[in-house]
Structures are given as structure tokens and as C-alpha cells.
């Protein structure tokens, strides 16, 4: 018996990464995973990862994934994402917010196309995929909404600001905004669906993961990185808010380890929530 045994999940942001490792846990157990990302096939993507990549690995596996290419910055491709996930296993159970964008370009600097495509993609994609599943999962009485933060969202605090270079590599102003909302929408959300039976959570990292995207800007020096987190335990903490009892996380704004070793899934742990504080958020 697998945790997910017969529910539907959709992943955003699943062609590499921590929405790939998300995918393929999710998969093994027991869930219908449909894997959404804008990246089909390799090649397509300056990173390596693609959505058929993910879905092979995860059918070689013995799991049941499906792939949809989808650019979640546009409302109507939500809604065809959302509508092509009914037609192919039926309504959403889970929905892992996922897919992120960002440039690491001071405000000062910032294109306006740019910062709108961010924030479109990144808080906005959230309410609308939120919005589409909850119709579904309101009636049934049933359902999990996971959104993935960051570290980003626990801002710099006071000046001054003598080393201005780890300010911006917190995530960047754009980013940690961004990020910061999704954690507000995450409590306001959990607070209205409650009575539904539906938990709504934002779950971060303790430690940066090495992905193709912080390598490439540099938060991590390589995918073997030992300073980082495996992948494997944000896929792990993921699993444990969309199958325990919504009485039991709704609400909350955590991180991978502190997750983990709170509800004894891991025995030793370290990181944001653990050894340092998080954002605001996840001490409410």
C-alpha cells in the first residue's frame, strides 16, 4: 500500500529538479502523477531535465505518469493543464505549486516584462491552478495543496548593508517577494478550505538543493555540492503534507528537515527551521 494509492497529483515545475524528485515519489506511491513543465523533450532548455525524461524514469519504475507541456504564465494555459489532467486520470487530489522563474537582476535594472513573467509564474499560476483543483476537491471533501517556498522569503532585515553581495544571494529582491506572498496565500488559502477537509502548506528547503538552476546561478558550486540538500528530502517532506491528516499540517509554512524530523520521518536534521529561524510565516 503506497501513500498516494489511486490519487492524482499534478506536479509543476516536473522536468528536473525538486519537481522531477516530487514526480517520480509521488509515483511510487501509488499516485497518477501528471507532470507539467515547459520543457518536453532534451535539448528543448539550456538545463538538462525534461518532462519525458521524468515520465520514462518514472514508468520504468512501474509508476503511472503522464506528460504536459505548459507555459502556467498564461491563465489559459492553467486552465487547459488543469482540464487535460481531469480527461487523463480524473480530478486533482494534489497540487504541488512548483514551477518557479526568476532573474537575478537588481530592481533598479529589472526589465517590467521580466518581473510581471516572474510574479506570473510564480504567485499567480499558484491561485489560478489553486483555484481550478479546488472545484473538484471542494465538493469532494478531500484534497492537499503543496507550495514550494524558499529560503528567499526570509528577507535581510535592517541596514546597513556592508556585504551587499549576500543580500542579493538570498534569491534577489523579485524572487524573495514573490515568495514571501505565496507563504501569506498559503495561511489565507489554508484558513478558507479548512471546513473542506483540504490542507494548504508551503514547504522550503532547509538547505539549498543542487538542481540545474542554482548551479547555474551559482547558490551552489555543483549537483554533488555537499554544503546541499538531496533533492530526495524535499520529495520526502512533500509526501508527508499531501498524505497526513489535514488536522495535522494545514497552515503550515515548514522546511524539508524540520518536517521530517518533527513527524519522525529522518533522526537527524539541520538547515532553516532547524538550526536557524525561518521566515515569519513558519513560526505562525
Known amino acids: 500500500m503506497g501513500r498516494l494509492d489511486d490519487r492524482v497529483a499534478l506536479v509543476t515545475g516536473a522536468s528536473r529538479g525538486i519537481g522531477a524528485e516530487i514526480a517520480r515519489l509521488f509515483a511510487g506511491e501509488g499516485g497518477r502523477v501528471v507532470c507539467a513543465a515547459r520543457t518536453l523533450r532534451e535539448g528543448e532548455h539550456q538545463y538538462e531535465g525534461s518532462l519525458e525524461t521524468t515520465v520514462d524514469s518514472i514508468r520504468k ?22 482540464a487535460e489532467t481531469r480527461d487523463t486520470y480524473g480530478p486533482v487530489d494534489v497540487l504541488v505549486n512548483n514551477a518557479a522563474l526568476t532573474y537575478y537582476i537588481p530592481v533598479a535594472e529589472y526589465p517590467v516584462n521580466r518581473w510581471l513573467r516572474s510574479w506570473a509564474v510564480n504567485l499567480h499560476a499558484p491561485f489560478i491552478l489553486s483555484q481550478l483543483v479546488l472545484r473538484d476537491m471542494i465538493p469532494r471533501r478531500r484534497g492537499a495543496i503543496v507550495n514550494i517556498s524558499s529560503g528567499a522569503a526570509i528577507g535581510p532585515g535592517r541596514g546597513p548593508y556592508p556585504d551587499s553581495d549576500a543580500v542579493s544571494a538570498r534569491g534577489g529582491t523579485c524572487y524573495g517577494a514573490e515568495k514571501a506572498a505565496l507563504e501569506r496565500f498559503t495561511q489565507g488559502l489554508a484558513s478558507e478550505v479548512y471546513r473542506h477537509g483540504i490542507s494548504v502548506t508551503a514547504l522550503s528547503p532547509s538547505q539549498i538543493v543542487p538542481t540545474p538552476g542554482t548551479v547555474h546561478h551559482r547558490l551552489v558550486k555543483s ?18 503534507l499531501v498524505s497526513e491528516p489535514c488536522d495535522r499540517v494545514s497552515g503550515r509554512v515548514c522546511y524539508s528537515q524540520q518536517i521530517l ?19 515569519g510565516y513558519s513560526e505562525i
Open 61 to 82: 519504475a512501474g509508476g503511472t505518469a503522464h506528460a504536459i507541456a505548459v507555459n502556467i504564465s498564461e491563465p489559459a494555459e492553467c486552465e487547459r493543464l488543469v
Open 261 to 279: 524530523h518533527e513527524f519522525g520521518w529522518i533522526t537527524d536534521a539541520k538547515g532553516r527551521g532547524v538550526s536557524t529561524r525561518g521566515s
Open 223 to 240: 549537483m554533488d555540492d555537499p554544503r546541499g540538500e538531496p533533492p530526495l528530502l524535499m520529495a520526502q517532506a512533500a509526501l508527508l
